[in-house]
């Protein structure tokens, strides 16, 4: 969308969630510099009047401050010329028992702006697209049945004159998809499902490559037992990416349900892969269908939903400059692709504890060419139903989950905030019944058995593959990442901290207790010369449920609650904005 593309280009507006299209989250505004960034203020705050996570940014575009909050999903447009003054308030009606289908905390990834209008993705799976100025309804369609348990907390995308939406569900076996609408009318354009027939999952048998080989007929069925893909899952509720280059977007899919892998094993009672869950997918924005897609977890057994993602670089590899996408996998890995071919350049661990598999083959005459070797005492499946793998890391949290990392242009590497939790595992057996919960198996999570901390913070170089630094965390680091020219990265912690370190040696250069634990993404704009750094807080999404929803079970948000048990020390549930600024 050329407005889009004009108004980010303009680094004084945050004018979409990932700062970009290519999704870098990077800002050229370097009047916050290494230098004096210890000198930030807080300018301003506000209450957006809900508690629970708050995950996503707000916008800004010219002088107005677009702010969403999660269920009940409330926008506001605040005047950053006055005041902070609300313009207007739009709070959609929606039933509330949608929330007790919502698997982990009733968060929202924020709205997207594009042509004077805000478009908003509801719990409920409306997406409504508001007038920009005026807060005034100008269409609004149901993406899903929350009934069958499907959700919405995924941003859109604006893409020339499509929004591009995903669902949640994998946790009661939704059978999941993307979906385009026309941004004008709210009329569908195309629906890509994650399984199922060719038809359905818009691939072309001979033109859609993965590694770059044609899928061929029913890649998709060909790799499920019978019926099981009609309830399958691979949800679609992380961050997406487009080049306009390319005419691709970028985005991947979630889990296959159910979490018990012994129940979805093939009719040999073997592995299979139940494509195309766990997989990212590069379409034609126009039609929708797939030029290539890579399955990151064949046969999950883990719940590592493959929905992180992707961000867009052009890296040198090789001694080759490539354009690239690069993806921090929550199975541990991070990869990168060759963005127009779906090549796999790069697959290595991000987080040294990742012990399901040893590694992924880079042998391309191998005939298990990109697949991760599995480690099999950390198999769920080998160890059957009703009895617990031990020490499996990372956790089903993943060495990352839906938290975006950051691509600075000016280091050429990666900031990603990432979890350092272990886990055992224990699947059973579960009958489908529409709208309920389809998970099927018992988690226990507990810090990697190296240090009591469950975060780190890393720079990451996406061409090597390799850590840079990585500076501990005691809590899981939930927030989303901000670089700028500064020299700076930004991000929030879950006991509350806003942090600023050195994007060369990670260095804390500042730090400011905000109200609630952050699950929030750290963003930037710039006002009357001035610039600001902001963030939500508000303690949430599955790694802050236990304080979110006042669960005290340690087995409750599957396992989740006992995770994080010592996080109600630190923090309290809240929901507020933290605007920064130098003095
Ligand atoms: O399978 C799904 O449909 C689904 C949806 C969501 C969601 O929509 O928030 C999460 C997950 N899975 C999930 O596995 C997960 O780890 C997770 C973390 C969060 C969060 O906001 O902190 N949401 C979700």
Not at 374 to 398: H, M, N, Q, R, W
Request: with cysteine; glycine share 12%; charged share 20%.
């Amino acid at each position: 969308n050329q407005n889009v593309i004009q108004v980010s280009r303009d680094p004084a507006n945050w004018a979409i969630q990932s700062g970009d299209y290519a999704g870098t989250r990077y800002s050229k505004l370097d009047q916050i510099t290494t230098a004096n960034v210890g000198d930030l203020k807080v300018a301003w705050t506000f209450s957006t009047g809900v508690l629970r996570g708050h995950e996503g940014a707000p916008l800004v575009i010219g002088n107005v401050m677009y702010v969403h909050t999660p269920f009940p999903n409330t926008v506001m447009a605040l005047d950053l010329n006055d005041e902070q003054k609300i313009i207007w308030k739009y709070e959609p009606k929606q039933d509330p028992t949608v929330i007790s289908v919502m698997c982990c905390d009733t968060v929202s990834r924020g709205v997207q702006y594009a042509e004077g209008k805000i478009l908003l993705h509801t719990a409920d799976t409306s997406l409504i697209a508001l007038d920009a100025k005026t807060g005034k309804e100008l269409w609004k369609v149901v993406d899903g049945d929350p009934k069958l348990g499907a959700t919405g907390t995924g941003a859109p995308l604006i893409a020339k004159d499509k929004v591009i939406v995903g669902v949640s569900g994998g946790e009661f076996g939704v059978r999941c998809y993307l979906t385009a609408y026309d941004m004008n009318s709210g009329n569908k354009v195309w629906r890509a499902y994650s399984m199922g027939p060719d038809s359905d999952i818009l691939v072309d048998p001979e033109k859609t490559t993965s590694l770059g080989k044609p899928v061929g007929e029913n890649s998709s069925l060909n790799s499920w037992n019978g019926d099981q893909w009609k309830i399958g899952g691979g949800p679609t509720w992380g961050y997406m990416a487009y080049d306009p280059e390319f005419n691709l977007i970028y985005y991947g899919t979630g889990n296959p349900s159910t979490w018990n892998p012994v129940q979805r094993s093939g009719p040999d009672s073997k592995p299979i892969d139940q494509k195309w869950a766990m997989t990212m997918f590069a379409r034609d924005v126009d039609t929708g269908v797939a030029k290539w897609v890579y399955q990151m977890t064949p046969f999950d057994q883990w719940d590592y939903d493959g929905i992180n993602e992707p961000i867009l670089a052009d890296l040198e590899i090789n001694g080759v400059m490539r354009k690239t996408a690069t993806h921090f996998d929550r199975n541990g890995f991070g990869y990168t692709w060759d963005r127009v071919t779906g090549e796999l350049l790069v697959a290595e661990k991000f987080d040294p504890t990742v012990n399901w598999a040893s590694g992924i083959d880079m042998d391309k005459s191998s005939p298990t060419y990109g697949r991760p070797k599995l480690v099999e005492k950390y198999e769920p499946f080998k160890t059957g139903v009703d009895d617990a793998t031990k020490g499996i890391c990372p956790s089903s949290l993943g060495a990352k989950n839906q938290q975006p990392a950051s691509y600075s242009k000016l280091t050429g590497l990666f900031y990603v905030p990432t979890n350092h939790v272990c886990m055992d595992y224990e699947p059973f057996k579960v009958r489908y019944t529409a709208g309920q919960p389809y998970v099927g198996a018992t988690l226990t999570m507990y810090p990697a058995p190296d240090t009591p901390d469950l975060g780190n913070f890393i720079a990451w170089d996406g061409a090597k593959g390799k850590i840079v630094w990585s500076k501990p965390e005691r809590f899981s680091v939930w927030s989303g990442a901000l670089t700028t020219a500064g020299g700076v990265a930004f991000y929030g912690t879950l006991e509350g901290y806003f942090k600023a370190v050195d994007q060369k040696d990670g260095k804390e250069l500042f730090k400011f207790k905000t109200p609630s634990g952050i699950v929030g993404n750290a963003m930037t704009y710039m006002r009357g010369g001035k610039q600001y750094v902001a963030v939500y807080s508000g303690v949430g999404g599955w790694a802050g449920i236990g304080l979110a929803a006042g669960l005290r079970d340690p087995e409750d948000g599957s396992g989740a609650v006992g995770g994080f048990a010592s996080l109600s020390s630190y923090t309290s549930t809240g929901g507020s904005l933290t605007v920064f600024s130098l003095p």
